[in-house]
């Protein structure tokens, strides 16, 4: 079994420990990281505002220099998920558009574990942002969604229980919006 673990700053250790629980010691594994152009795009265009027009990418503080500090940080954070992880795995790391990378890189795998990373309150469409919604909708393969901090209730509210149309727990007071 090949499985994608996509690694993100915000999720990367509740992947590791979703992998570690849920995935076969056997499965061939690959660590995915993916620099977003974007951001390295906005990063650099800053930094060319603030240091002025004459300034070339490859003096210190241009965008050669935030494209390895961008790399630096990322093969730190590959290298801690492996040893978090335990067991063998490739380390990938791509830039590009992240939700595109990502579906490509799963093309060729069995799953592709990757974890919520929007409002952890609740389920739903706003438990994932936009580029991790993409992936879950694109992904060519089967698709293991872990929660980073467990799994929250269907409304995000401790007390779930029976509750009427407009929302209220039966025989209790208005649920908070």
């Given at each position: 079994m090949d499985v994608v673990v996509w690694l993100t700053?915000?999720?990367?250790?509740a992947c590791v420990a979703g992998v570690r629980r849920l995935v076969?010691?056997?499965?061939r594994l690959t660590l995915?990281?993916?620099?977003?152009?974007?951001?390295?795009?906005v990063a650099g265009g800053a930094a060319a505002g603030l240091l002025g027009r004459g300034r070339r990418p490859s003096q210190p503080g241009g965008s050669g220099a935030l494209d390895d500090?961008?790399?630096?940080?990322?093969?730190?954070?590959?290298?801690?998920?492996?040893?978090?992880?335990?067991?063998?795995?490739?380390?990938e790391l791509?830039?590009?558009?992240?939700?595109?990378?990502?579906?490509?890189?799963?093309?060729?795998?069995?799953?592709?574990?990757?974890?919520?990373?929007?409002?952890?309150?609740?389920?739903?469409p706003r438990s994932l942002e936009p580029p991790t919604r993409f992936v879950v909708d694109h992904a060519p393969c089967d698709v293991l969604l872990v929660a980073p901090d467990g799994s929250p209730t269907p409304s995000g509210r401790p007390e779930d229980g029976p509750r009427t149309p407009s929302g209220r727990p039966?025989?209790?007071?208005?649920?908070?919006?």
């Open positions: 700053e915000a999720t990367w250790p076969p010691d056997d499965a995915l990281y993916v620099a977003s152009a974007d951001l390295l795009g500090l961008a790399r630096r940080s990322a093969h730190e954070l590959l290298a801690e998920a492996g040893a978090l992880l335990g067991r063998e795995a490739r380390q791509r830039a590009g558009r992240v939700e595109r990378v990502v579906v490509d890189v799963a093309a060729g795998a069995d799953l592709l574990v990757l974890a919520r990373d929007g409002d952890g309150a609740r389920l739903g039966e025989d209790g007071p208005p649920a908070p919006p």
